[in-house]
């Protein structure tokens, strides 16, 4: 149930919209350049804002998906400052609504914020500064806007325009579901002729159509930009010695500047207290800390008196500092969109970021157990369906920027040339014929099945509900017997990921369908290869994989031996006290070059790594490249 304003408070626009001549948009338009130019100091704008700044400055409402650090602020500040009246914004976290104050008043704009923190004489004089004209821009919490004394404030101000950020929280299928944001709604009854403008770095279809529907947006100008982060550099980490590991890569980024999340507060303060006694400047920052403590770590890392900030979701919301070089994912995040906004806070100057998800099947069977146990309502399918999606991001085998535009809906088949699959791809295999047959079982059961079943059907599986259907009568049934589920599961994710299927997912489970670009794979048209599908599963081999070491490189593993035996003649110690055979063998299978890999290697830790891992990697490198000038 929306908050509706009485209708006798009912407002009109400071602005009057129903002049349309070309000589007043024009003027609008040249205003808008003019403030890009003399206010913000940017040349020109970037793709996609100035035609949402035209329509908001036209009166239309609008609906932004832009990425993190694409300018989506610039969108709503340049018509607020253009309009003769004041901006409403709602802002749902108290240190954006800071952030983004101190950053317009120090451009010497009158903008302020009313929230919880303030007393009420503090906010007595915020309002008496907003009705009396004195407010370019005023920041909101959802909470204050809901409350029946803010309509009564706000029907005595000159309100032009009304900008709603994060605009998922919207939504229940949102990664950030705040029911409060649902009464948002009510703003658009208390000004029906005033144009809003709702913004979100992440939004599925889903979401989208929330966010219409809530906000009563009418007509809106709708601009979905690019989801693509080119410069920042995605890399997935198996956790083997997962701390290690991480400080290993906080330390190899020679004090620049990073964020890295935990899921628990606990693991926050070990991490953060792990990296300080490794001499790194980092601070830890959960919401079990006072808020005095969590305000001095966010300045200390605004202002770079802290490298790495160790932090829970809770972090980095507020966070505009464009030189953060790295983020680091300690344990898999709850979604992609989750995961896409964190990581989208690194390298917003667009210059090369780092962005390394730490992961370990058993984090996504532990959130998926968290899940499972709680009540069963449709918002905990939709977390699953979230889940899910972060775990087979996780598990891909395809470009993973790949993945995540496509998720995102941005449909494209070019690799990135800037991610771990990209950089190190896995074995490939002429995929033709597994895409044909699964995306023929997707056809033929009617585009209405989920996964589990559309590979049931295609491996024969005697089960009742495939009866009932009648498909063990169809000429896909038992065509992919010889392959695993598990085979089976590898092919289809990749053409998810390739944008090839989509997946479906609604409040009764997901369904697969087949997209535009299936139909020239279906009728053989196109080659298609694919990543040759692991045949244990991937919880399993974490596990297992390491310790039973078959494939190797015989040749690699004999002059690995020969270096370790001189190492051991030079220091005068035994051969296997340097590194064991098993060590070894594990080394001529993965064939490390950097610490980080190295540290994965059984048998490898950070001392051994420090004392004898450069000329193993120096090497292994050598060994390699020598195999590619033979191939």
């Known amino acids: 149930m929306s908050v509706s304003a009485p209708s006798s408070s009912l407002q009109q ?21 003019d403030v890009l130019h003399s206010v913000f100091g940017y040349q020109s704008f970037r793709k996609g804002q100035q035609e949402i700044i035209h329509a908001a400055l036209s009166g239309q409402d609008c609906l932004v998906i832009m990425a993190t650090g694409t300018g989506k602020s610039l969108c709503y500040q340049i018509p607020a400052l253009c309009f003769d009246g004041m901006t409403l914004v709602v802002s749902p976290l108290i240190s954006l609504m800071k952030d983004q104050v101190d950053q317009l008043r120090t451009n010497g704009i009158e903008a302020d914020y009313l929230n919880s923190t303030q007393t009420f004489e503090e906010q007595q004089q915020v309002q ?146 792990t990296l300080c006694n490794k001499g790194v400047r980092a601070a830890a920052y959960h919401a079990g800390m006072e808020n005095t403590l969590r305000e001095k770590v966010q300045r200390d890392f605004q202002r770079d008196n802290i490298q790495v900030v160790v932090a829970t979701i809770a972090f980095g919301m507020g966070i505009n500092k464009s030189n953060v070089r790295f983020v680091a994912h300690f344990d898999l995040p709850r979604s992609i969109e989750s995961y896409y906004q964190e990581t989208g806070r690194a390298g917003r100057d667009d210059l090369p970021a780092e962005a390394v998800l730490f992961y370990d099947p058993a984090d996504y069977v532990w959130l998926n157990k968290m899940l499972v146990e709680k009540p069963e309502t449709p918002q905990r399918q939709i977390e699953q369906h979230k889940l899910q999606a972060i775990g087979e991001f996780a598990e891909s085998q395809t470009c993973r920027r790949l993945v995540l535009l496509n998720y995102f809906g941005e449909h494209r088949q070019i690799p990135c040339q800037n991610c771990d699959i990209c950089l190190d791809p896995p074995k490939k295999y002429d ?180 004392r004898f891992g450069q000329p193993f990697m120096a090497l292994i490198r050598e060994h390699k490249n020598a195999r590619k000038a033979e191939g």
């Open 128 to 273: 008496n500064r907003a009705i009396s004209g004195q407010l370019k821009l005023l920041y909101l919490s959802p909470e204050k806007v809901m409350t029946s004394s803010f309509f009564q404030f706000i029907s005595h101000c000159n309100v032009s325009f009304i900008a709603i950020d994060e605009a998922h929280c919207i939504s229940q299928w949102g990664h950030d579901f705040r029911p409060e944001y649902t009464q948002l709604g009510g703003l658009k009854g208390c000004f029906p002729k005033v144009p809003i403008m709702a913004l979100t770095a992440t939004a599925d279809q889903t979401t989208q159509q929330d966010i219409l529907q809530n906000l009563r947006l009418n007509r809106p100008h709708f601009h979905v930009g690019s989801f693509d982060r080119p410069n920042i550099r995605y890399t997935l980490v198996e956790k083997f010695k997962p701390m290690e590991q991480l400080c290993r890569f906080v330390l190899a980024q020679k004090g620049k500047s990073g964020i890295v999340y935990c899921n628990s507060r606990n693991k926050v303060e070990r991490i953060a207290e």
């Open 13 to 33: 626009s400071a602005v009057d919209f129903s002049d349309k001549s070309p000589e007043n948009l024009t003027a609008l338009s040249s205003a808008a350049l």
């Open 431 to 610: 995929g033709l014929l597994d895409a044909q047959k699964i995306m023929s079982a997707i056809y033929r059961t009617g585009q209405c099945y989920g996964a589990h079943y559309v590979i049931a059907v295609l491996r024969g599986m005697n089960n009742q509900k495939i009866r009932d259907q009648q498909h063990d009568q169809l000429s896909v049934y038992g065509i992919g017997k010889e392959h695993s589920a598990e085979y089976w599961q590898s092919v289809l994710r990749q053409l998810i990921h390739l944008g090839l299927v989509r997946q479906i997912i609604g409040e009764y489970g997901n369904t697969l369908q087949l997209t535009e670009n299936a139909k020239p794979i279906l009728r053989g048209e196109t080659p298609l290869e694919l990543a040759t599908p692991r045949l244990s599963s991937i919880v399993t081999t974490a596990m297992t994989q390491k310790s039973a070491v078959s494939f190797y490189d015989k040749d690699l593993f004999a002059r690995l031996r020969f270096l370790r035996k001189q190492i051991a003649d030079k220091e005068n110690i035994p051969p296997y006290i340097v590194f064991n055979d098993a060590t070894l063998q594990e080394m001529a299978q993965y064939q490390p070059v950097s610490n980080i890999e190295m540290l994965q290697i059984n048998g490898v830790g950070s001392i051994k790594l420090e």
